[in-house]
């Protein structure tokens, strides 16, 4: 079966106890799982103010989850999500028609940090503002001069 990669972006009843979010990420973890299908990430955002009142809510606990599967296990998925009362609002895109384990692993890695040269001095942040002030400054004293 050819995977594809996906991401499902939904926001949680922020009235819930903290352990009942683990309750939906095992859930919705779970359904990936069982449907053949590999959870990449999942990014709890947390609390933030809705931008407008969804089920009588303003705010949502927001969660972002990468995942790879098949196509079919997004109906199940988005059925699983619209059926729990917890859910006050998904969506799922697709991301990737191709998923490749192998350039998964080379995102996943960090890149190592610049290196620092000590000799070198880094100029100063708004220098290149400065000096176009400057010339503007110029510029117009010599207009009041004509």
Partial sequence: M???KY??????????????YQGVAEKFRGVVESGGGNVL???????????????KK???????????SGPDLIAELERTMRIDERVLK????????EFDPEKEKDRARPAPPPAADDDEETPPRF????QDEEADEEEEEGEDEE
């Fill in 127 to 130: 220098a290149g503002a400065r």
């Fill in 7 to 20: 991401e499902s972006f939904f926001i949680v009843d922020p009235d819930l106890p903290e352990d009942a």
């Fill in 41 to 55: 990430t999942y990014a709890p955002w947390g609390k933030k103010k809705l931008a407008y009142p969804v089920k």
């Fill in 58 to 68: 303003s705010y949502g606990y927001y969660v972002l989850m990468e995942f790879a």
């Fill in 90 to 97: 998904f969506i799922t895109v697709k991301l990737d028609d």
């Fill in 2 to 4: 050819q995977l594809r």
